[in-house]
């Protein structure tokens, strides 16, 4: 399962949907980013330097925070998302992670919270836990993910790092599951509970990849990057048509990477081609492998 994947383009788990920025950033790199189409006209995006607001206890009063220092777009302040309904907070919704653990040298974490927009979704699921994916794009850290919007999801993970320092700098943040393992003990909760984690709630898609992770800039025993992969097991919300993803559409403009969103709904197929669903994606986040791999088709089966 492991090959190779490259997520690229300009998610991206940044300095852009991330609440502390790298920095090795300078200002003008940081200004580029943090402004355009989907910001408000009268945002202004935080230095470099310039740590994020915390204090702020409810979602409306942390998305127009957000809003107003540029990392998030205006939609999150809309009525449409302050008010939507549990049901409507499901896998695969619109959601946004506030806190000050929500990244790392501004790459996204989606497992972290508080996430706001998953209230529908159970914390803890076979062993899988309550995420935001949202998109990322980091100058050092590769590849960079597509999740315009962000993507409420239950998944876990297992970190596969190339040695003792990938362990320590990608490994530490880059795993999630069951947090009754404990800080940093996802690789157990993965390995204990994915032969439990075979189903998503209310039938949506569950999906493994892989995503290859490089660091530049650290020192990693010598090398010039530290490198792990990363196994996901994921639920994505299944779908008929593009119209079925939110994120989906020519107009929809991710302020992360700067680029008009690719979601679609995508065919997925089982390892042994036996078994096919369509689901929300935008693969250029699976770009130079395989893509998705299917693992239970939900109510989204087709012929």
Not at 17 to 29: G, I, K, Q, V, Y
Not at 256 to 262: D, G, T
Request: hydrophobic share 30%; with cysteine; charged share 20%.
């Amino acid at each position: 399962m492991r090959k190779p994947f490259a997520l690229f383009g300009a998610l991206a788990l940044i300095c852009g949907l991330s609440f502390a920025c790298d920095e090795n950033s300078d200002d003008t790199e940081e200004n580029e980013v943090q402004k355009g189409e989907g910001f408000a006209e009268s945002c202004t995006p935080l230095g470099p330097k310039e740590t994020t607001d915390f204090s702020y206890t409810t979602k409306a009063g942390a998305a127009q925070y957000l809003v107003d220092i540029c990392k998030l777009p205006e939609y999150f302040t809309s009525s449409e998302f302050q008010n939507a309904k549990t049901e409507d907070q499901g896998i695969g919704a619109t959601c946004f992670c506030y806190g000050k653990n929500c990244s790392y040298m501004g790459y996204e974490r989606p497992e972290q919270t508080t996430l706001y927009g998953c209230d529908g979704i159970p914390e803890v699921y076979n062993g899988a836990q309550r995420s935001c994916f949202r998109s990322s794009n980091v100058s050092n850290i590769k590849p960079s993910i597509y999740f315009p919007q962000g993507a409420c999801s239950l998944a876990m993970s297992k970190c596969h790092p190339d040695n003792e320092a990938a362990r320590q700098t990608i490994c530490g943040f880059a795993t999630f599951g069951d947090p009754a393992y404990g800080k940093e003990a996802a690789n157990t909760a993965y390995d204990q509970k994915i032969a439990e984690f075979v189903d998503c709630p209310n039938g949506e898609v569950l999906l493994d990849f892989v995503m290859n992770i490089s660091i530049n800039g650290l020192s990693c025993e010598d090398k010039p990057t530290c490198d792990a992969s990363l196994d996901i097991r994921a639920c994505f919300k299944g779908c008929n048509t593009d119209a079925d993803c939110h994120g989906a559409g020519d107009t929809n403009f991710d302020t992360v990477v700067q680029e008009y969103s690719q979601t679609k709904c995508v065919e997925a197929q089982n390892k042994d081609k036996t078994q096919k669903a369509k689901v929300c994606f935008d693969m250029r986040t699976v770009a130079g492998t395989d893509g998705i791999t299917l693992v239970n088709p939900g109510n989204y089966a087709v012929e």
